[in-house]
């Protein structure tokens, strides 16, 4: 039970950073929701490079750029 709270929480600040980085406004559900897409793609994309995230900074660090990936995808699909 206390590792699903601490994936919401993470989700939701690895969420907030990517849009802070990728400058968009999103609400706090989809932050969850993108930080916690955003970590499992972080780590599938990280792990095929070869990077190992040990530690929650790593984690944090993988989520993000996962999460940035994921935005970038969606502002391409909807693009008009």
């Known amino acids: 039970m206390v590792g699903i709270i601490i994936s919401i929480i993470l989700g939701a600040v690895i969420g907030y950073l990517a849009s802070l980085i990728m400058k968009t406004s999103s609400s706090l559900l989809l932050n969850i929701i993108l930080g916690i897409a955003g970590g499992a793609v972080g780590g599938i994309l990280f792990g095929v490079l070869g990077f190992s995230a040990s530690n929650?900074?790593?984690?944090?660090?993988?989520?993000?750029?996962?999460?940035?990936?994921?935005?970038?995808?969606?502002?391409?699909?909807?693009?008009?």
């Open 56 to 80: 929650i900074i790593g984690r944090i660090i993988s989520g993000v750029v996962g999460a940035c990936i994921l935005i970038a995808v969606v502002k391409v699909i909807t693009k008009k």
